[in-house]
């Protein structure tokens, strides 16, 4: 089975600029997580697709950040315009309900850095 | 609201060393927890996880048990190898709700 899928997995820019991260889930899995990763710090989630539905975006800074699963598949989370803190590494993430307890499968996350 | 909290790293042991990484959690009802590696360059692996109070997860030699009464789920190894250096997050999640991940502790095992 195929994991989670992302690219690129590093990506240097200058502050105001933009930027486009591209995850592919594990095929079959109806929820795709991104996660904001600064380093020294745990994976704070920035938004959660249910399919193509947004289920949480409390977290996500809708003033710079957009995200979108357009066919419920692959997703695209983009910055625009990057700041200086924004440098992160960006995980994708994906789960399929079994259980109680949902595991999450993490993509290798891309690694932003903004001059 | 939900948090959880792990022993500041990083943690450096010699090869064949006893390893304690102590995790504590703060949140409603009965969350399932969860013990994630990440190894230097990737994503996130899920290492082992416990549903309820008093289960045991295991896995690679890693163990955790739930334990609600000190709401704690500390990750241990009888004997840690120099490719068990990665570094370590403990987490939580409640049902309906998403995951809330420790801020994770550094593992350097020397050789």
């Known amino acids: 089975e195929a994991g989670v899928a992302q690219s690129p997995r590093y990506k240097i820019i200058e502050k105001r600029q933009s930027v486009a991260f591209w995850c592919n889930p594990i095929s079959g899995h109806a929820t795709l997580y991104w996660y904001q990763q600064i380093l020294g710090q745990g994976p704070k989630l920035l938004i959660q697709?249910?399919?193509?539905?947004?289920?949480?975006d409390s977290q996500l800074p809708k003033d710079r950040f957009s995200a979108e699963r357009l066919k419920g598949v692959d997703s695209t989370l983009k910055i625009q315009p990057a700041k200086l803190e924004d440098s992160a590494v960006y995980l994708c993430?994906?789960?399929?309900?079994?259980?109680?307890?949902?595991?999450?499968?993490f993509g290798p996350g891309t690694r932003l850095t903004v001059t | 609201g939900n948090s959880v909290t792990q022993m500041e790293g990083p943690v450096t042991l010699s090869e064949e060393a006893f390893l304690t990484i102590n995790c504590t959690y703060t949140?409603?009802?009965?969350?399932?927890l969860f013990w994630y590696v990440q190894y230097p360059g990737e994503g996130l692996q899920l290492l082992l996880k416990?549903?309820?109070?008093?289960d045991k997860g295991s896995n690679k030699g890693f163990e955790a048990t739930y334990r609600k009464e000190t709401t704690s789920f500390h990750l241990e190894k009888g004997s840690v190898q120099v490719s068990d250096s990665a570094v370590y997050f403990c987490?939580?999640?409640?049902?309906?709700?998403?995951?809330?991940f420790g801020p994770g502790t550094r593992l350097s095992v020397l050789p």
């Open positions: 987490a939580l999640r409640n049902y309906g709700q998403n995951f809330v």
């Open positions: 697709f249910q399919n193509n539905g947004v289920v949480d």
């Open positions: 416990a549903t309820k109070a008093d």
């Open positions: 993430a994906s789960s399929s309900p079994m259980g109680t307890a949902y595991e999450q499968y």
């Open positions: 949140a409603t009802g009965y969350p399932s």
